[in-house]
């Protein structure tokens, strides 16, 4: 059975919480059959990471971009990839696709770059396989509570 990985679950309830009426039309995280007859992505080089690993994990979550201000979406996956670039995550963060950039460890330090990656009403957040079973918080300021 597919299950979505621990860090994954853990991002998604934590931008839920402090985003309470934000607009979930976009959110998503299991594939369909589009996503799993794509090729060149996934753990494997193959599929989707929305769609499960071997090990039944999903490995990637999509995130409305509508948080209820203005910036706060731009803000939040900028913060994360910072988050990332910083080692704080842990490993878990595999890449950030967001109004047609990629940020990842792969190029350019975790800073967004390049065009045509598409997710211009989402944001598209891939997991490691290290996010299995690590649902440690992600400790981003735009997601401390007000006071």
């Given at each position: 059975?597919?299950?979505?990985?621990?860090?994954?679950?853990?991002?998604?309830?934590?931008?839920?919480?402090?985003?309470?009426?934000?607009?979930?039309?976009?959110?998503?995280?299991?594939?369909?059959?589009?996503?799993?007859?794509?090729?060149?992505?996934?753990?494997?080089?193959?599929?989707?990471?929305?769609?499960?690993?071997?090990?039944?994990?999903?490995?990637?979550?999509?995130?409305?971009?509508?948080?209820?201000?203005?910036?706060?979406?731009?803000?939040?996956?900028?913060?994360?990839?910072?988050?990332?670039?910083?080692?704080?995550?842990n490993g878990r963060?595999?890449?950030?696709?967001?109004?047609?950039?990629?940020?990842?460890?792969?190029?350019?330090?975790?800073?967004?770059?390049?065009?045509?990656?598409?997710?211009?009403?989402?944001i598209h957040i891939?997991?490691?396989?290290?996010?299995?079973?690590?649902?440690?918080?992600?400790?981003?300021?735009?997601?401390?509570m007000p006071r």
């Amino acid at each position: 059975m597919a299950r979505l990985c621990a860090a994954g679950v853990t991002l998604r309830n934590q931008v839920n919480l402090r985003f309470p009426r934000r607009d979930k039309t976009s959110d998503g995280w299991i594939g369909d059959n589009a996503h799993a007859n794509r090729s060149g992505w996934g753990l494997n080089g193959k599929g989707s990471y929305h769609n499960p690993a071997p090990s039944g994990y999903v490995h990637a979550i999509d995130i409305d971009e509508d948080f209820g201000a203005p910036g706060d979406s731009m803000k939040f996956a900028k913060q994360l990839a910072e988050y990332c670039r910083l080692g704080l995550d842990n490993g878990r963060i595999a890449h950030i696709v967001y109004e047609n950039q990629v940020a990842s460890a792969t190029a350019d330090n975790w800073k967004f770059r390049g065009s045509g990656y598409g997710h211009t009403h989402h944001i598209h957040i891939s997991f490691t396989a290290k996010a299995d079973k690590d649902g440690s918080k992600f400790l981003l300021p735009i997601l401390k509570m007000p006071r």
